[in-house]
T-cell receptor, first 110, second 111 residues
Framework: DVKVTQSSRYLVKRTGEKVFLECVQDMDHENMFWYRQDPGLGLRLIYFSYDVKMKEKGDIPEGYSVSREKKERFSLILESASTNQTSMYLC?????????FGQGTRLTVV | GIQVEQSPPDLILQEGANSTLRCNFSDSVNNLQWFHQNPWGQLINLFYIPSGTKQNGRLSATTVATERYSLLYISSSQTTDSGVYFCAVEDVYTGFQKLVFGTGTRLLVSP
């Protein structure tokens, strides 16, 4: 079975902190994605990566950056966390057909 | 970009009832998936179905790509079917296999 693992299920951070959300997949997938999910707004794509060290902005990249140093790991970075980044963050990986998601990280910025 | 609409937005069923969820999309697609988001927030894969019909137990799905819609059927619903159902598509004009999600159908199955 494909496994996509996010490092934390729940996270509470302070405004201004630098926050790292980690995602690891075990299926050698080339494509990895970070989404955020907010009530009434659905799932929106933040960033995606199609290979090691390659990244593309999604629909809402402002305030975020990403890192993909190894194929299996895709990190989302909040450079200076703000309260409007309180959200559910979902990581996904995909080869050609199905995408598979991690369990999600509920981030609260206080 | 491609638009994805799901209906109904909310659905309440008695246990044992059947239901049909619909996903309409505005352009040609390479990929279509159905997901169930459980109460803990995880998205569970139900079907990868860019065209045709598939069945998995009490669930089945049909995609008519030429008419730009997909249907998810739930038969003999159970309380564990509660949650939000999402349809996600990848349009043929964008690269990198981005998935665009619909706004979801929230299903509540009561005992």
């Amino acid at each position: 079975d494909v496994k996509v693992t996010q490092s934390s299920r729940y996270l509470v951070k302070r405004t201004g902190e630098k926050v790292f959300l980690e995602c690891v997949q075990d299926m050698d997938h080339e494509n990895m994605f970070w989404y955020r999910q907010d009530p009434g707004l659905g799932l929106r794509l933040i960033y995606f990566s199609y290979d090691v060290k390659m990244k593309e902005k999604g629909d809402i990249p402002e305030g975020y950056s990403v890192s993909r140093e190894k194929k299996e790991r895709f990190s989302l970075i909040l450079e200076s966390a703000s309260t409007n980044q309180t959200s559910m963050y979902l990581c996904a990986s995909r080869l050609r057909t199905e995408a598979f998601f991690g369990q999600g990280t509920r981030l609260t910025v206080v | 970009g491609i638009q994805v609409e799901q209906s109904p937005p909310d659905l309440i069923l008695q246990e044992g009832a059947n239901s049909t969820l619909r996903c309409n999309f505005s352009d040609s697609v390479n990929n279509l998936q159905w997901f169930h988001q459980n109460p803990w927030g995880q998205l569970i894969n139900l079907f990868y179905i860019p065209s045709g019909t598939k069945q998995n137990g009490r669930l089945s799905a049909t995609t008519v790509a030429t008419e730009r819609y997909s249907l998810l059927y739930i038969s003999s619903s159970q309380t564990t079917d509660s949650g939000v159902y999402f349809c996600a598509v990848e349009d043929v004009y964008t690269g990198f296999q981005k998935l665009v999600f619909g706004t979801g159908t929230r299903l509540l199955v009561s005992p």
